[in-house]
């Protein structure tokens, strides 16, 4: 019974300091201090990204984006087609 006791409070403990933030984390921070801080401007690495980054701030509308992600999809099919196994004991 004393070792499941001390097990359960070790994970709590680990729980705990895991989740505990850390000194520098955003999260817990004041909001004046946010505000001083320039924002962290995160660009996007790839299309589907980019993309969504504009449908998201405006640039373009929602079928916009269904179209150009219709000719992203299409595109990647041409240059990489999925080429499914086959096993002829299946069969």
């Known amino acids: 019974m004393m070792i499941l006791l001390v097990a359960t409070l070790g994970l709590i403990a680990a729980?705990?300091?895991?989740?505990w933030p850390a000194p520098g984390d955003r999260a817990h921070?004041?909001?004046?201090?946010?505000?001083?801080?320039?924002?962290?401007?995160a660009r996007p690495t790839c299309l589907e990204g980019v993309l969504a980054a504009q449908l998201v701030g405006g640039d373009i509308t929602r079928p916009q984006y269904l179209r150009a992600i219709e000719r992203l999809a299409a595109r990647d099919e041409e240059r990489h087609p999925l080429a499914v196994?086959?096993?002829?004991?299946?069969?």
């Open 15 to 19: 729980a705990i300091l895991a989740l």
């Open 29 to 41: 921070r004041t909001p004046a201090a946010a505000i001083a801080e320039p924002a962290e401007t």
């Open 85 to 91: 196994p086959w096993d002829d004991r299946l069969a």
